[in-house]
């Protein structure tokens, strides 16, 4: 039936045609015959040897299964990560303020124990572990690979380490192993600055393998927190074989890992520390190389001590800090907000001369008050101050030749004057969560539904009102009017050995504004400290020394009525957290400035009593340890 | 015979019969069972990416969806329009070879290929298939007595050694040797005489000495170690031995699921590519295993059993060249992890992670399944 139908179609393609069918049938046949044998052959031996591997699985995985799997338990190729040291941290002068050293520690590798409970209970009946503890090791191992050794009990004693080599029998999977832990010298002294280290939370798994290593610590505030990843480096790693002991047999491959970058900072760590035994609580001291912006000091009472981070802070501590009303662990001078009150003259009087409301010469006369409508504005001195130019109104501080001024240039001008010198801006200091402050506009208070007033500006001529500065901005804007450029305040000077950026005066634009009115202003800021009747008279710097600008600043922090006024209102006879802030500027010398300050002194009542003396004392300072010898260029002083 | 089978039967005979009607004739269970294959693939690709998509799982089954467009573009082209064009693809396998010995990218292992924008070409892999094509092409209208002619069989002889002696000089010994083999089973099934078979794997075993001397040095190590892998545990028989420690301990029934520790902590090297049935064996055990060689088995049943059934020389030697090759594959991997031969850098088709050879093996169901569509058509009949 098949041969009738392939002729059939033959026949139908016609193409052999009939005569050489026979042949052509039988040559076809053989053919395939050949074939379909010969592919029968190659089918059979190719499933056929497909049936030797099957044999070969089944012998290496049922017969011989049992030895390969207790090789596979022993055969454990251990990959440990070799920490980098931390990046140490230091000060201008190459002092050590953030270093390394050495902790021994009892480690858990949870695969090398049958069970962890029954380790961790003969643990705790050595080396006693809270609770608490207990807890956060179990949390960590939970996260953590099975390999990944975790943290048991850091810092130990010789005591300690001692009772625990002697029971290693009874501690399966506990290893002692030496680490590094933070070390800061200084202590309170710069911990606003250095920031510190803290234990890695879950947020702070970016995925860097390294943050898994036990006793592994991550910046969590200030410079250790900015630079962080310079500062952590990167881990090494070692492939080590190790028996089904534990113990090592062979190093496999070896990775190093690169060590943290040292971070230079522009501080100088004595001066910081002078300064800060000066000061008392509520107090904060900038000291700013006003060329390149360079922070050299930067205090604030009170303070905390790092290090108590390190092995974890106690609850009762942290509720201490918390709660106690002077906020150690805010720095006053980055996130202090206050009001500038008088040292913020000078930009009203600048914002007056570039908008041509007012001219150098031009007078004004003080009464001692300003009357708007029906509310009167108060000058300081009750009495007035009598005709007054620009400069002698610097020099006087007098409040209704700046009143004049605002109420001439308005509050927006003013705002942008400020915005230029760093007022109510971000200042990009490499402190994460400094504040920025707030200069009103009156864009801002039509957006909070109110209306802006003339007399909200005349208020804020004379630096009070809405304003929300820090001291950080006060020494930047002072910084700003000594030279004349646009200097940002920066803490790093050098990074692995590289400079940071900004080093050089050169590095920061001009602010743009004539020299003919900074120099105006400056006038007026050394009459106030070196012309008599300046408000800051005492503050003169030793003629040693040199001769030193600023300007006094004091600011209400309670509205004072009418009645009050009347009944011969006394700030000193008020309680203390009622009183009056006081502030000083400075920059020295006046000729050359290279220095920049600012004091904010809590409650301090007045400007010249309580603030100018510090500045003054921390200009001393300054120039005690960092002014160029003579002969030696400026921009190598320090180094 | 079935009023369906002529049906069929009429259908082709007519040169026009629609796409439509192709697509019914292609073996739709065949093509499920590549889907199987390539999803068990995606698991074992899935637990060696550390239980991700990422890096290789994904991409995986990305290429495979591309690789059964191809396969099946292909399998609708006529048959015979591709055995007019066999000599063509034959030349251009030649040619990228070339090109790929003077301008190629060398890896490790020494594979060759060439890049085509986002695709690594390796030319070795393809021109198996050519070679496939340009052999069968050849025989498809030889006699019985045509094929006792000894010079009949030199040019085709010659067809096979070019190939060769140019991936040996890449050189990648293993591609070279199934080259070889698959050559040689096209020839076998084309009805050479036993005898001159016999007088080639002579020829071969003189060779064979001569040859080891010009092997590179790491080639000789992967001969030497299979011959003793436990001498240097450390060296180039380390793979050989965490290969079989892995599969013995998986045991009966396995690991699980992404639970497989020498692969997962990087005993296993490449485990992505050459290693990859070692992975699925440690985490499903011997069961595992058997079923996927089954499924592989299958494959290899469904390209004999076209070879069985086509009408004409042409697929059928087509379809035995390409069954063979696709064997090869899979026994060269496989014995290889189970370290029954020296380590060759060949991949598990359909499982493997890596483009090239997942786009060459569907290319090569392509023709299968053409040579399947097209089993009676008409070609002209064997000549002396």
Known sequence: ?639 | MSGVTYERRLLTRDRGFGLLQKLWLIPWSFVLLLCAIAAVGYVALYSAGGGSAEPYAAKHALRFGFGLVLMLSIAMVDIRFIARLAWVGYATGIALLVLVLLHGNVGKGAQRWIDIGPLQLQPSELMKIMLVLGLAAWFQRASWERMGNLLFLIPPGLAVLLPVGLILKQPNLGTALITGMVGGAVFLAAGTRWWKFALAAGGVAVAAPIAYDHLHDYQRARITTFLDPESDPLGAGYNIIQSKIALGSGGLWGKGFLQGTQGHLNFLPEKQTDFIFTMIAEEFGLVGALAVLGLLSLVLVFCFAVALRCRHQFGRLIAVGLGTNFFLYVFVNVAMVTGSIPVGGVPLPLISHGGSAMLTTMLGFGLLISVYVHRDAEFASARD
């Open chain 1, 1 to 639: 039936m098949r041969l009738w139908r392939r002729a059939e179609r033959r026949i139908g393609s016609g193409k052999p045609g009939w005569s050489g069918f026979q042949g052509v049938r039988r040559e076809e046949e053989r053919r395939r015959g050949v074939f379909t044998r010969r592919t029968l052959l190659l089918g059979a031996g190719q499933l056929g040897l497909f049936g030797f591997l099957a044999s070969r699985l089944y012998r290496l995985q049922s017969e011989e299964g049992e030895r390969y799997a207790t090789l596979a338990e022993e055969n454990r190729v251990s990959a440990r990560l070799i920490p980098p040291p931390r990046g140490r941290i230091l000060d201008r002068n190459g002092q050590v303020v953030a270093g390394n050293q050495l902790n021994w520690r009892a480690l858990l590798v949870a695969e090398q124990t049958q069970d962890v409970a029954a380790t961790l209970d003969t643990f705790s009946r050595i080396v006693p572990l809270t609770e608490q503890e207990r807890a956060r090791i179990e949390r960590e191992l939970r996260r953590r690979r099975r390999f990944v050794p975790v943290a048991v009990r850091e810092f130990l004693s010789w005591e300690d380490m001692a009772r625990i080599e002697v029971n290693a029998p009874d501690l399966p999977g506990i290893l002692i192993d030496v680490g590094t832990t933070r070390l800061y010298p200084e202590g309170e002294h710069l911990s606003h600055l250095v920031g510190y280290v803290a234990p890695p939370a879950e947020r702070d798994m970016d995925g860097d393998p390294l943050l898994e290593l036990p006793g592994i610590r991550v910046g969590r505030a200030g410079i250790e927190r900015h630079h962080d990843l310079l500062l952590r480096g990167r881990a090494g790693a070692v492939q080590l074989e190790v028996n089904a002991v534990g113990r090592v047999i062979r190093e496999l491959d070896r990775r190093e890992g690169v060590p943290g970058q040292d971070v230079q900072l522009s501080v100088d760590a004595g001066l910081q520390k002078a300064l800060r035994g000066r000061i008392e609580e509520g107090t904060s001291v900038v000291v700013m190389d006003a060329r390149n912006g360079e922070v050299l000091a930067m205090a604030s009472q009170p303070s905390f001590d790092p290090n108590v981070f390190n092995a974890g802070v106690s609850a009762a501590q942290w509720r201490q800090w918390t709660s106690n009303r002077a906020t150690p662990l805010i720095n006053k001078a980055t996130n202090g907000l206050y009001a500038p009150g008088s040292t913020f003259k000078m930009i009203v009087g600048l914002a007056g001369l570039e908008a041509r409301v007012v001219a150098p010469g031009d007078r004004v006369f003080c009464p001692g008050h300003m009357d708007l409508g029906d509310t009167r504005f108060h000058c300081w001195q009750r009495h007035g101050h009598g005709s007054l130019d620009l400069r002698g109104a610097v020099k006087l501080s007098c409040d209704v030749y700046f009143y004049e001024i605002a109420r001439r240039v308005g509050i927006d001008r003013i705002a942008a004057m400020a915005n230029r010198f760093g007022l109510g801006v971000d200042l990009d200091i490499e402190l994460p969560g400094t504040k920025r402050g707030l200069v009103p506009t009156r864009a801002w208070r039509q957006a909070q539904g109110k209306p802006w007033n003339l007399g909200d500006t005349i208020v804020h001529g004379i630096g009070q009102g809405f304003y929300q500065l820090t001291p950080l901005q006060l020494a930047t804007m002072t910084a700003r009017l000594a030279t004349g450029r646009a200097v940002q305040p920066h803490l790093t000077r050098m990074v692995g050995g590289k400079p940071g950026r900004g080093g050089r005066p050169e590095d920061w634009p001009s602010l743009g504004i004539p020299e003919r009115d900074l120099k105006l202003m400056r006038e007026g800021m050394w009459a106030v400290v070196n012309e008599p009747g300046g408000t800051a008279l005492g503050a003169r710097l030793p003629p040693a020394l040199g001769v030193m600008a600023g300007k006094t600043g004091s600011v209400q922090v309670r509205r004072v009525s009418r009645e009050q006024r009347e009944r011969g209102f006394k700030a000193e006879n008020q309680p203390r957290e009622w009183r009056p802030h006081a502030l000083f500027v400075a920059f020295a010398p006046y000729d050359n400035p290279l220095y920049a300050v600012s004091v904010v002194v809590e409650h301090g009542m007045s400007g010249a009593g309580a603030a100018a003396p510090l500045a003054r004392d921390a200009m001393v300072e300054v120039f005690n340890r960092l002014r160029p010898a003579p002969g030696q260029r400026v921009a190598e002083a320090g180094r």
